[in-house]
């Protein structure tokens, strides 16, 4: 198993993406920080990355905003395991309007979860995760290629690929290792709640739409072992959907 008592953190894990990474984590005998905003849901999700293998499982309520409680929820991770070996940095947040809609808040509030979240994150990895530790970033085919009504999300995204840059650069001396992945269309409720594709603006076929366990086994990878040499990277996981949009 490639993840035997490695300590992962995995923000927004309590469901879609962030809860099948937690149960990939898990089924590799990892032990497993479920970091979400609501403390109810992370404590189920830690119960089912146990049920799915988990040496342990730990729920912390985490609002990734919040640099206070980003600090508490790595706290929570060191007393109870004494170390920290796996980021991923998965919580993200999004809004739909058109631009001359949109006002300060609505920018800082996606800005503050997609971006300065990671950030937060990172940070404390930098100052707690030892050589041979890993991160993850979750990222978006927003990054590279958008659609209207979601301008704080792409900025955010595109800037988490450029965030990632810089953290495997300064990342690198300390034996920690920085890469991002780029998912396309995946079948969760941010997809399928999307205005643009309800409405039919955004046409989507299914067999363009990849499932949560797709994009965790590719954290897996990156995080793992498996992938010493990879620093820096930017992954896209869209089942080839961009090439022909």
Known sequence: MRFTDRVVIITGAASGIGLATAKRFASEEARVVIADLHL?????AAKEARDAGAR???????NVSDESQVEAAVAQTLDKFGRFDVLVNNAGLMVFCPIEGLTTDDWLGVLRVDLLGAFYFIKQAFLHMKSGGAIVNVSSIHAVETEPLVA????AKAALVSLTRSASLEGKPRGIRVNVILPGAIDTPMLWDNPNVKSGQEKIEQHDVGKPEDIAAVIAYLASDDAAFV??????????????L
């Open 152 to 155: 704080p999300y792409a900025a």
């Open 231 to 244: 620093q820096g990277a930017e992954v896209r996981i869209d089942g080839g959907r961009l090439d022909h």
């Open 56 to 62: 342990d499982a730990l729920a912390v309520a985490c």
């Open 40 to 44: 109810d849901k992370a404590e189920a």
